[in-house]
């Protein structure tokens, strides 16, 4: 099982987010250290340390982060003009909070390469 991460108490209440989403399976809030004028993480409620660690059973819940990205950007009104969705792995990844998470970025100008 993944350790407890800030991301894991934000899902379940026990410290405070701008959360935008949440249901019984996923939770958005906004960054706290935004990189865009948009900037909202995407997880599952379930702890999954990395994509590493997913299983073939979390298929659809690996989806249902993607769908629900797609959902806010429209919601936010940022869908048109175009967002990126970021998912790190491991170190070398940029992952930085070992809960799996999309990063929802819009509202400025993506650029390739990143950084």
């Not at 099982?1 to 410290?15: L, N, P, Q, S, W």
Request: charged content about 20%; proline content about 8%; aromatic content about 6%.
């Amino acid at each position: 099982m993944a350790e407890d991460t800030v991301f894991g108490k934000i899902v379940r209440g026990e410290i405070p987010a701008r959360i935008v989403y949440q249901d019984e399976e996923v939770t958005a809030f906004h960054d706290i250290a935004p990189v865009a004028p948009t900037h909202l993480l995407i997880v599952p409620n379930k702890p999954i340390r990395t994509l590493n660690d997913a299983t073939p059973e979390d298929g659809a819940l690996l989806g249902k982060l993607l769908l629900t990205a797609r959902r806010l950007a429209h919601e936010l009104g940022v869908a048109e003009q175009g967002y990126r969705l970021v998912l790190n792995c491991n170190p070398d990844g940029g992952q930085s909070v070992y809960h799996l998470h999309v990063h929802l970025l819009a509202g400025r100008k993506m650029t390739w390469p990143p950084g």
